[in-house]
């Protein structure tokens, strides 16, 4: 929550262990960690608490990070994230593309992938 504010109540209604981080008023309870200090929501940006300016790797995290699970970025959706085709060799994202090029494709991308023992 420091990085990235408060969950909407969508995702809080989702939440199994709600009670033990918010109040009936859906507000954080806030405690101090091990140093006494009171961590605030949305205090933080995550480019400055991993010093990075690189606009596609910040975005790739954050779509990581996304609070709602159904709005989060599948693994496949990563695997075609640009920042992870700018870091493959040629030759492993010739391979790369022909495997998930297609990964609209579910029965394409199994195939592609799945290996029976």
């Known amino acids: 929550m420091e990085l990235y504010g408060l969950p ?3 995702v809080l209604k989702l939440a199994q262990r709600k ?3 918010f109040n009936k008023n859906n507000e954080p309870i806030l405690t101090p960690n091990s140093r006494g200090k009171i961590r605030q929501p949305g205090a933080k940006t995550l480019a400055d608490t ?6 596609l790797f910040l975005d790739f995290l954050n779509r990581c990070f996304e609070w709602h699970p159904l709005q ?3 693994p496949l959706q990563a695997l075609q994230h640009p920042w992870i085709l700018e870091g493959l060799p040629d030759k492993v994202l010739k391979h790369h593309n022909k495997m998930f090029g297609h990964a609209d494709n579910k029965k394409y991308v199994t195939e592609m992938t799945y290996s029976p023992i």
């Open 8 to 10: 909407d109540n969508e």
């Open 19 to 21: 009670h033990l981080f």
């Open 50 to 55: 991993i010093n990075s300016d690189d606009d």
């Open 72 to 74: 989060r970025m599948t």
